[in-house]
């Protein structure tokens, strides 16, 4: 049996316990760096293949690694398991989760036949949009050794390089002073107003602002009843560009306008965070094009990244591994529309059969990706002289 079909007959081995573990992910989600049972699942499962497992991975308590094989070739794949908060697994990363788990597992059957070393590495908190999983893992040595790193991502489409771009998440925070808004309405300095300020600004400079650009957020605080002066005020922002270095020249003109709102009232601001922003993807194209061959062959079509939507871009910490690793991060259709990610229709989609088919087919496209890179002498010897990640 060829090393392509011995892993498909692992996986297939499999199928009902890793259909399982999204499942279960699914039904008990977990917001950011509080992941405490999905990263006990999934390390016990991969524990249970013969994987050596490591759990709070570079000190972060939700983290894990999982490494199987003695191959020269080291590739890793990352789940992803935090949920979103109020909406559930509105982004599907159960299905991260346990695709990772089946790709590793059926990858692990040939490993030290093609020359694999396999690690899962368990990625917390992707959604924060600053300071994720994979940033601090990457600070802390948690990807060296490795030579290529890969994960899949439900959505509606499928795509093998998705529009990612950088983006940088900061909380504000301004601090006025209370009063009785109508007795004493002068004795008091309106955060609240400082906000709005700010979001006015916001509003306007978005004329200014590349095409490309974002910005969006929301208040987390703003008053706590209409007969006191705010004395506090706080939201929480996301700033997005094409690239780390147009972020780099948006972030401090939405930082002036936040700026604005202190000045205008006399509040103070503090702003916090914004400091360990997601990249922009570099999609390693070879590997890429490796991983849409292999999800043709299940079955799987491929739209062009401009008929999905010219619009759509989102951001993710696997961003950053790009930069150290050659990496992909393709997006796989669980068949969700009208609902897209983020959408509490969405999170209902992330259980069904196409669901469920993405986690196969995810996962079966990764590790025959896997084995591809290691059986394929070009690609192999190219990784292999890039060097891995620098701790
Ligand atoms: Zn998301
Ligand atoms: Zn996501």
Redesign the pocket.
């Known amino acids: 049996m060829d090393a392509k079909a011995a892993a498909q007959e692992r996986l297939n081995s499999i199928r009902q316990s890793i259909l399982d573990l999204s499942h279960k992910i699914h039904a008990n989600p977990e917001i950011a760096n509080e992941e405490v049972q999905a990263a006990a699942w999934i390390s016990e499962a991969l524990a249970e293949a013969g994987f050596k497992v490591e759990n709070s991975y570079c000190g972060l308590a939700t983290a894990f690694s999982a490494r199987i094989g003695r191959g020269p070739l080291h590739v890793a794949i990352c789940a ?1 398991y935090d949920a979103l908060p109020g909406i559930g697994h509105a ?3 159960n299905i991260i989760a346990a695709s990772a788990v089946g790709a590793g597992i059926a990858a692990a059957r040939v490993a030290d036949e093609v020359g694999l070393t396999i690690s899962v590495l368990g990625t917390p908190a ?2 924060l949009g600053n300071a994720g999983g994979k940033i601090l893992l990457l600070e802390g040595g948690g990807f060296a050794g490795v030579h290529a790193a890969m994960m899949i ?1 439900p959505a509606p489409f499928d795509t093998a390089t998705p529009k990612i771009i950088a983006a940088s998440m900061f909380e504000v925070r301004y601090t006025g002073k209370e009063a009785h808004a109508s007795a004493y309405p002068e004795r008091g300095i309106n955060a609240a107003d400082a906000l709005t300020i700010a979001q006015t600004a916001i509003g306007l400079l978005r004329q200014h602002i590349l095409p490309t650009d974002r910005i969006h957020g929301i208040t987390t605080s703003g008053g706590d009843a209409p007969n006191i002066v705010p004395a506090y005020a706080a939201a929480r922002y996301i700033v997005r560009g094409q690239t780390l270095e147009e972020l780099e020249r948006l972030r401090p003109r939405v930082y002036r306008c936040f700026q604005a709102g202190a000045l205008a009232t006399g509040s103070t601001l503090e702003i916090i965070g914004g400091d360990k922003p997601y990249s922009e993807m570099i999609h390693d194209s070879d590997i890429a094009a490796l991983y849409r061959r292999n999800a043709e062959l299940l079955g799987r079509s491929f739209v062009d990244q401009d008929a999905a939507s010219s619009r759509a871009a989102a951001s ?1 910490d696997m961003g950053n591994v790009s930069r150290c690793v050659p990496s992909i991060h393709p997006m796989i259709s669980i068949n969700s529309l009208p609902a897209v ?1 983020h959408q509490r229709e969405f999170t209902a989609r992330c259980v069904t059969e196409s669901a469920d088919k993405a986690v196969f087919d995810g996962a079966l496209a990764m590790a025959w990706t896997a084995i591809d890179l290691a059986m394929g002498s070009g690609m192999r010897n190219r990784l292999l002289s890039t060097g891995t990640a620098k701790p």
Do not use: V
């Open positions: 992803e982004c599907g990363h992707e959604e991502h993710t990610n």
